[in-house]
């Protein structure tokens, strides 16, 4: 074990790929954005100079390569920025990652992985603050990664390097400075395996990336208020973990669903929905959602925080439900 | 003339422009009853294909479109398979779940049939990437339309592919000439201010050249020369081949207007007749090749004859094929969305 | 009141749009798709001839040429085609488009409209049966209409082109021939009100587009087996109707959404969610969703047809929770 | 020389581009305290956006960039809202909504402030697709950076407003040069393959050129040329200004590197000094044309000192009003989504 940030453990992760397999290679090398992280990829640039390819200001052509890259035998990792340029890309994930493999008859795979910073970062206003990840679960045929931790980053985006499918892992800006003790060795950690990161018998949290933290952080507030919450981080949202939802809330019978995005269509209105059609019987309560106001992201930092998804919200919400 | 055709490589390309126009033609035979869904011939420009085909090495990757049942045949993929494909049978390519705008045969170097248009190209820019660096000298090629250039991504990947010197050959089948365009309410033809196209790979330092697209030596050269210049590690290449468009095309749910053709037209004028005349007679690529294969005593009337109806019976054999295999189990939609 | 098609109504509603005010023309003709129908464009060609123009197959560009025109005071009808290749100007709609009034502080107005046909048309295989509606609804800033009868179409295009906001109408190819008696003058539908096609007081259910039509069929099925269904279309799923919703599973305790698209983060998913949530307490039976597996779509007829929604599936569904 | 700047023109550009630098330094200066976010200066592009106002009409429309504080300056917007909005207050633009990135003024002809790279492009072709239908004579104006090519929508758009020949201007902002690139960790520069960037538009038929863009006169003689020659209904017009990049737009979090202006600078060589002083001496294009104006007896240094105070004191009364801006409201957050 060693401590490390965030940042550090998915560079970690990433570099034992590289070292790995020489298929592995980089479009796109900003993956720790433009903050003060950012001088960790030298680890990478250092060694692995030929395989870090840096493209124009073209998502869709870098995204496009990725693919096509991946279909001939490579193992791309395509480096998007910001996640509100992804949308630059779109057709090609949508259109072409996501569908080769079925289209074709299972004849192409398409192993490449895409890599981006969302959400609310402080004052990024409404073109740079995109949490993409919903309308992407909402496309068949892509993994979608949602790490939540040091160790969990290292491990998700190794597997998401080494799996056969399109995979977009979708970290948080505000994560990367976050610190934990992470195993040195390299290690794959299983798509469709939740976390549970908090055990407690009165309601069920759910939650991804960034509002993992949020959720904790409510979660020990309300505990010293006599309510114990059980904090769920499904990790991957394709695939997902269902049971380990619906057992949970076979025992709280409440549950709130906590989410970085906008609030109509979301990933908290979908795992809200599965637990409405597959676990009904189990619910003592109404589902509650936690997430973004249907509004696009204001620069000015009290607005922003007025539509941010925080403990404050996220304590409400479960003293809705809880009894 | 460096890459002049020798006799043998031009029945190679004559036999593989002749199983595409057969191809096609069952392909309109058997969609009268049997075909469902929307789909693009390949007649007219089989010259282009053929001859690009012909000058590939086997283990070159390709990237199509839409248009694609003409590169999928003219590289020798199973006709009974592609018709299967077409025909949304269990024993197609794909398994019947792509159907005739998708079309893929790996085994054939087929990477990609994306129905977006522009999407081979950033595909192939892709392919280019990882074969760069892979053993072999590999290149790939994408296949696309004039209309390809409109979109973005094509111009993305155009300056990504330039930029990082990738092995690729570009090869943009221009049949808007003599296109009727919107106003038969069909898709306009390509509506680019280019006065040329080849200027816009130009502008980003790619190597460009424009030729006839229905003449096979000039195909040939033109892209054997390329093929030559990519492996030499001279980064990507941009073909443009012009044909006059197939009147067939103009219909938005094609037909065979010209009507199954009559390779004897090719040496006896006095065959050709009705709508379509001129087309057939000025600019029919498969005609015009055996005319040519003729007249320069490559091939006899009889052998033309041999070969054309060795290819009739495969094809009949492929439509047997096809309509003989199963619809795929319903429930196997569910099947295979990952690996 | 005068018997037409869906298409001529849609194409009713545009000519009164374009004769009244000048400032409406069309990027984009093929409004109609290229079926049967495509030639009743020709009644806007033939009148507004000037005001007809066809971009290259650029749809960022289209989209981006619709939206900076209505920022300068036009009021763009800008078709796509088909709704697969509204991705290819994902950034400008979601971007450009939703963004524009909020994040200039209310300065521009974007009166744009955009038009696309969705869905399962019969062999349009994984690149052309996109329904992208539930995605859009995960971004703010757009109103979302999705019409599902002629007289409904001829409304609702004409309240969209005439609407101050970014608009996105989305029409299904199958409707394109549906008749029905519509009023001879023009009119508009407001958004933001349900259409309640049937009344029955068992199950209610909830659907859009081509899907209310599926579902009043399946209601007359089950009507002859002795459920009586209530069918609401929302008709603008942004704003939704919220309360015709509530009160109708108020009435019944029942609710199955039904939807064209694919099921994660449907636009099934979030009804069902709001009524999760906030009428919770009237749900006497589990929340079932009919939508499409997540499956890229295949394009063998019997492949297409079993992921279809269709009115078994419908029926099954209400026949779970009916009583 | 046809479009030769008047005394008073060059006036009114130098103080376009004065209150454009000194509106820069004050953004630092609050920044210190009280700025959040990412925000890009313009400080040495000045030349090229006061000539392009001057040259414009007040109901021409304009539309730009992330680097777009210069434009709604030096089209004088109010400087102390458009500090308020950079520092999120409710008397900005926006009322605090947009920030930097996102600086709009209707009043002044803005239309919109897109942050996307090559946003503008597209938008301003529409604009000019609306402005070629209605009365006026009036045209758009896209501003955007060399960077904003490399995005294939630019590509589309261009092509789109040749084809349909609108009435727009293109100005793209050529920083590269002298841009350290991607090894210092920052964006790299443009990477684009063509060997001349007005290459691009010009293969899609549109008149380019590419000018100084620290020289005024001849930003402003190609712009009024240009925008003649739009006014007379010749299509698009595309203008590369060149300017090499201020060192301070390297760190990332941008900070006044070349300290504040000293525009005695511009008469007395002496008072260049420390790391940066071979880009002041030989590229500050404020300090060249405070030079130029001084040399051709268009102003004296006492003249100049006066605008700049006045200036200076403008922008200390901008900062005082932005910082007396109070806050939004939280909950208005969400209002205004709709019309
Ligand atoms: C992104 C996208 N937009 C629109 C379409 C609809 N479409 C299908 S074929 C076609 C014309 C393509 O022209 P070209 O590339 O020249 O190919 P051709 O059919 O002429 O061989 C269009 C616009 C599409 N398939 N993809
Ligand atoms: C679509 C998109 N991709 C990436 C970015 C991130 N980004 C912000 S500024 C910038 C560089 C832009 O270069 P250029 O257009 O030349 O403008 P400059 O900053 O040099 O003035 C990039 C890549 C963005 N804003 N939008
Ligand atoms: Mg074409
Ligand atoms: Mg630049």
Not at chain 1, 7 to 35: N, P, Q, T, Y
Not at chain 1, 270 to 287: D, N, Q, R, T, Y
Not at chain 2, 157 to 172: E, H, M, Q, Y
Not at chain 2, 209 to 231: L, M, N, P, W
Request: hydrophobic residues 45%; negative net charge.
């Amino acid at each position: 074990m060693s401590n490390m940030t965030y940042a550090e453990a998915l560079i970690d992760g990433l570099h034992g790929c590289m070292s790995e397999d020489e298929r592995v290679s980089l479009i796109g090398s900003f993956v720790l954005g433009l903050g003060p992280q950012r001088h960790l990829v030298d680890r990478l640039r250092n060694n692995f100079a030929d395989r870090i390819n840096d493209p124009p200001t073209s998502e869709a052509a870098a995204a496009a390569a990725g693919i096509g890259a991946a279909m001939a035998g490579d193992r791309p990792f395509v480096d998007i920025g910001t996640a509100s340029f992804i949308f630059e890309a779109w057709s090609q994930i949508t259109n072409e990652a996501a569908n080769a493999y079925y289209m074709s008859g299972g004849q192409i795979k398409t192993p490449v992985t895409f890599h981006m910073l969302h959400g609310l970062r402080g004052g990024g206003a409404a073109q740079h603050s995109h949490s993409p990840q919903a309308m992407l679960f909402n496309c068949p045929g892509l993994e979608i990664v949602l790490p939540a931790s040091p160790s969990d980053v290292k491990g998700l985006i190794r597997s998401a390097v080494l799996s056969d499918n399109p995979t977009v892992v979708i970290d948080h800006a505000k994560l990367l400075g976050l610190e934990e003790d992470v195993p040195k060795h390299d290690y794959e950690i299983p798509f469709g395996k939740a976390n549970v990161r908090r055990r407690g018998g009165d309601v069920t949290i759910v939650a991804t990336s960034l509002t993992v933290q949020t959720s904790l952080e409510a979660a020990e507030i309300l505990s010293q208020q006599g309510i114990e919450v059980e904090v769920i981080d499904p990790r991957t949202i394709v695939p997902l973990d269902k049971e380990a939802i619906f057992s949970s809330v076979e025992k709280t019978g409440r549950l709130v669903v906590v989410d970085e995005a906008n609030m109509s269509c979301s990933i908290a209105s979908e795992i809200g929905m599965i637990v409405a059609e597959e676990a009904f019987s189990f619910l003592k309560a109404p589902i509650v959602r936690v997430a973004r106001p249907d509004v696009p992201v204001p620069f000015s930092p009290p607005l922003e925080e007025y539509i941010a998804t925080d403990a404050d919200k996220i304590i409400a919400a479960v003293k809705k439900v809880a009894v | 003339m460096e890459y002049q055709l020798t006799h043998q490589k031009s029945r190679d390309i004559l036999e593989r422009m002749l199983k595409m126009r057969r191809f096609e033609e069952a392909v309109c035979a058997v969609a009268e009853d049997h075909f469902f869904g929307h789909y693009h011939l390949y007649i007219g420009q089989e010259a282009t294909g053929a001859s690009v085909i012909e000058a590939l090495d086997s283990k070159d990757l390709i990237l199509t479109t839409h248009r694609n049942h003409g590169h999928i045949i003219g590289r020798g993929a199973d006709p009974g398979k592609a018709m299967a494909e077409i025909l949304g049978r269990a024993d197609g390519f794909n398994g019947g779940r792509g159907g005739t705008l998708h079309l893929t045969e790996r085994s054939k170097g087929f990477l990609s049939t994306s129905a977006v248009v522009g999407g081979a190209i950033g595909l192939a820019t892709g392919a280019g990437y990882a074969l760069k660096r892979a053993p072999g000298n590999t290149i790939s090629v994408a296949f696309f339309g004039d209309g390809a250039l409109e979109e973005g991504t094509a111009f993305e990947a155009l300056n990504l592919a330039s930029l990082w010197s990738l092995p690729v050959l570009f090869i943009c089948e221009n049949n808007s000439h003599g296109a009727p365009g919107a106003a038969a309410g069909e898709y306009p033809s390509s509506v680019i201010a280019a006065k040329e196209l080849v200027a816009i790979p130009e502008s980003l330092d790619i190597r460009a050249i424009s030729v006839d697209g229905a003449d096979v030596q000039a195909v040939y050269a033109a892209v054997a020369e390329a093929i030559a210049a990519i492996r030499a590690g001279l980064g990507p290449h941009f073909i443009e081949t012009n044909t006059v468009r197939w009147p067939g095309s103009r219909p938005l749910w094609p037909e065979l207007s010209t009507g199954v053709t009559d390779l004897s037209a090719a040496w006896d004028e006095s065959r050709i007749s009705g709508e379509h005349a001129e087309w057939i007679r000025g600019h029919d690529p498969v005609l015009r090749l055996v005319r040519h294969l003729i007249d320069d005593g490559a091939l006899s009337i009889d052998e033309v004859t041999k070969i054309d109806i060795d290819i009739r019976d495969k094809m009949m054999v492929a439509k047997s094929f096809s309509l003989a295999s199963p619809l795929p189990e319903p429930e196997s939609a569910l099947e295979g969305v990952f690996v």
